[in-house]
């Protein structure tokens, strides 16, 4: 089927929200997206990607962990490709015995994960989460056996179980501030919060010696002019 998309794996590289480092470094530092596009293809239903790549996650825990060791290992050697490459970016197809060998386009958006296609997968090796659509997280290790379950030809048709969701995953990248210092000087200033009815009552006798001034002004300026 002509179904399109795109399927992609997320790796963060070791940065810490107060570590000092350059804005012309930090992209290298952020989380990146080892994206694929999926010409054809990419609904969840069998014999589509979604289900395939269910297929191929181990289900054992020893092999699960191993395999999450080997996919990031992977990422560090594989060919990759720039996001603003002319050339286009590196296409998956469910029947390829060697997928990685296509390489990956590098991006550090997800802009992608939510519009653009029907279908977009994102294998979360950090958190170990399948978000499908940029908007459902499942648990990598506690996934269901059938993907058609849950989905129709064209979105999420049932609730997904508590037990399958990924409830922690981090799509935006770290402050790059020290976060309780900052928030140590915020209360140092002792804030109040003013309700909004109160918010422009200290303007109000302003406003009204305005009025007052404006007014004997007019009468005392001579006809026609003001």
Request: charged content about 25%.
């Amino acid at each position: 089927m002509g179904t399109s998309g795109f399927f992609a794996y997320r790796h963060k590289s070791t940065f810490t929200p107060n570590q000092d480092i350059s804005p012309t470094k930090l992209s290298s530092l952020l989380e990146k997206y080892y994206r694929q596009y999926l010409y054809s293809d990419a609904y969840p239903l069998k014999p589509g990607m979604g289900q395939h790549l269910v297929d191929t996650i181990p289900r054992n825990p020893t092999a699960f962990k191993a395999w999450i060791a080997e996919r990031i290992r992977m990422l560090k050697t594989v060919q990759r490709f720039d996001a603003s490459d002319p050339s286009g970016g590196p296409e998956r197809r469910p029947d390829s015995v060697k997928p990685d060998d296509a390489g990956y386009t590098v991006t550090y958006t997800n802009q992608w994960t939510f519009i653009g296609e029907r279908w977009s997968y994102v294998i979360d090796l950090d958190n170990l989460a399948l978000t499908i659509n940029g908007v459902h997280h499942w648990r990598l290790d506690h996934l269901p056996l059938d993907l058609g379950d849950y989905y129709g030809d064209f979105s999420l048709e049932h609730d997904i179980p508590a037990e399958h969701l990924c409830d922690n995953v981090d799509l935006w990248p770290p402050p790059l501030f020290d976060t309780e210092e900052r928030l140590a000087k915020y209360e140092a200033l002792r804030p109040i919060i003013v309700p909004a009815a109160e918010w422009c009552s200290s303007l109000e006798p302003t406003i009204r010696g305005s009025a007052v001034l404006d007014r004997d002004h007019s009468s005392l300026a001579p006809h026609g002019v003001s």
